[in-house]
């Protein structure tokens, strides 16, 4: 059953920028708008983080100008933006809303935030039996590929095989972050950030932003374009469960079976995927967790070239955050180029055939505590 | 002690007790009166059941390393002068799993399955850190 459509994206295109975090948010709402040709006048529902800026969505409701009677301040991570589209349909189907305006922005990088090996402290009661040992967001993952190399026998080369194909996407993506292609070695050869993850293994530093407009199905007609459908969706969170957790398990292993079964797809009727890569670590264990393959089989299964346009599952076809935009919470950015891909307007990119789309966002540090948020996307 | 400049942990009533183990060098493991549940980290609650009946139970600090990352490039206070250094999640033979770093050994050495135990680093005159070590 579908409760909501998504009828308009933008992504702010540029990776470093003079504007400021609340004239990105803006610039992409106009742009999302316009996309679905609607007009500010017509958002009464309003969806962002806290800290973009200030404590909640109070700084953009009032930057933006806008009289919302629904509105939503979670923040999980870098999932935020996938979970907002999953409330925002609740918020429509719960006649809290009729549309619903997502935005993001940031200036991690005209900034100099060093987003995943800065000390990662959240000045919450946990910090006092985790920050004193130098964890770092890239240590946090990196427990987790060292894990699962113990564990199943997964390489560097495997791991390495996902950064490649984000590259190749990223080459046809003008205005992802690093568009030359690497190669396996590469990778390999790349400094060491915390073991077994290479700088390459790591995901960019940008600034960034975007918007989604999600409406009430009532709305499809007056709309610009097609909208894109929203199947199915779930969230998770997964921790340090009292001290017995298996860390090889992320939340995806929870969200991935309800969503599949709210939208009555499996996996494989999806043509392309939206994964989040903050490490090359964070796919594998995710498409794992998802079903695409079985636990412990993700090395051999993003080989090959599947994860590559022309493969059997091409995922980030924007360059993802390992090569397009990490601006630190990139949830987004994977809804964009979903919608877009369902739309048929991926263009040098674009996925033949594209009916069904996964999108998984995860937020917070495999290591200790993530969440998860899944979308399945369908084409109008 | 002068000159520490890792983080040091914010103690409160709520977690005094571990501290004070530690500060005795003793690592101390929670165990519910109500449940049976052992946790770590330590907390005013049994994170199985939600009651505050709990006791402390000295651990006698062994256990074996469940995952490590050998740290080469960091902004962490402290640590980024000691590259590189361990992060490990060690598993203590109690049953619960604990964050640290794993010292006094060759970080290329280090392994998935390394038997390890605890040791103290008294930092300040009240706060000792508990850190992991391999068993010789």
């Known amino acids: 059953m579908t409760h909501a459509l998504i009828a308009g994206v933008h992504e702010f295109p540029e990776r470093k920028t003079a504007r400021s975090v609340l004239e990105i948010q803006a610039l992409s709402a106009r742009a999302a708008l316009d996309d679905a040709g609607l007009e500010p006048k017509d958002v009464d529902g309003y969806f962002t983080v806290a800290g973009n800026p200030g404590v909640g969505p109070l700084a953009t409701v009032d930057y933006l100008n806008l009289t919302p009677r629904h509105v939503d301040g979670t923040t999980i991570g870098g999932s935020s933006f996938v979970a907002h589209v999953n409330h925002a349909a609740a918020a429509i189907a719960g006649g809290r809303c009729r549309v619903a305006l997502i935005t993001y922005g940031s200036t991690s990088r005209s900034s100099g935030v060093a987003v ?33 190399m113990h564990e199943y026998g997964t390489t560097g080369a495997q791991l390495a095989e996902i950064a490649v194909a984000c590259r190749r996407h990223a080459g046809l993506n003008p205005v992802a972050l690093y568009r030359d292609p690497i190669t396996v070695d590469d990778v390999l050869r790349s400094p060491m950030i915390s073991s077994p993850l290479h700088l390459l293994d790591c995901c960019v530093i940008t600034d960034g932003g975007g918007a989604l407009v999600v409406v009430h199905p009532d709305l499809a007609r007056d709309l610009r374009k097609p909208p ?66 079985k636990k412990g089989e993700g090395g051999a299964f993003v080989g090959g070239g599947r994860l590559q346009l022309g493969g059997a599952l091409p995922i980030n076809t924007d360059g993802g955050g390992l090569s397009s935009n990490h601006p630190g919470m990139r949830g987004i950015f994977l809804v964009i180029e979903a919608v877009k891909q369902l739309r048929g307007e991926g263009g040098a990119r674009q996925v033949p055939d594209c009916r069904v789309a996964l999108v998984h966002g995860t937020g917070g540090a495999f290591g200790t505590r993530h969440s998860g948020a899944t979308l399945v996307l369908g084409a109008a | 002690m002068a000159g520490y400049a890792k983080p040091l942990p914010e103690i409160t009533d709520e977690s005094r007790p571990f501290w004070e183990g530690c500060r005795r060098h003793e690592f ?3 165990r519910c009166r109500a449940c049976g549940a052992r946790q770590h980290y330590p907390r005013g609650v049994c994170a199985a059941c939600w009651r505050d009946d709990l006791e402390w139970l000295p651990s006698a600090g062994r256990g074996r390393i469940y995952s490590f990352t050998v740290t080469h490039r960091t902004q962490a206070r402290g640590f980024r002068d000691e590259l590189p250094y361990v992060l490990a999640w060690v598993e203590l033979d109690e049953g619960v799993q604990v964050l640290t770093n794993v010292v006094g050994c060759d970080p290329a050495a280090v392994r998935v399955g390394l038997a390890v135990r605890v040791t103290f680093e008294d930092v300040t005159p009240e706060i000792s850190i508990p850190r992991f070590t391999p068993v010789s």
Not at chain 1, 119 to 135: H, K, M, N, P
Not at chain 1, 256 to 272: E, H, L, N, Q
């Open chain 1, 228 to 293: 894109v459908r929203l199947l199915g969706s779930a969230e998770a969170v997964a921790h340090t469960a009292a001290g017995r957790r298996d860390y090889l398990v992320s939340a995806a292993a929870q969200t991935g079976p309800r969503a599949f079964a709210a939208a009555g797809v499996s996996p494989a009727d999806v043509a392309m995927a939206m994964i989040y890569d903050s490490f090359t670590i964070t796919v594998l264990v995710t498409l794992e967790d998802l079903g695409f393959c």
């Open chain 2, 28 to 30: 101390l493991v929670q």
């Open chain 1, 116 to 148: 995943g090996t800065r000390e990662r402290i959240s000045g919450e009661y946990v910090d006092q039996f985790e920050a004193l040992y130098g964890i770092s967001t890239v240590g946090l993952y990196a427990l987790i590929a060292q894990r699962h």
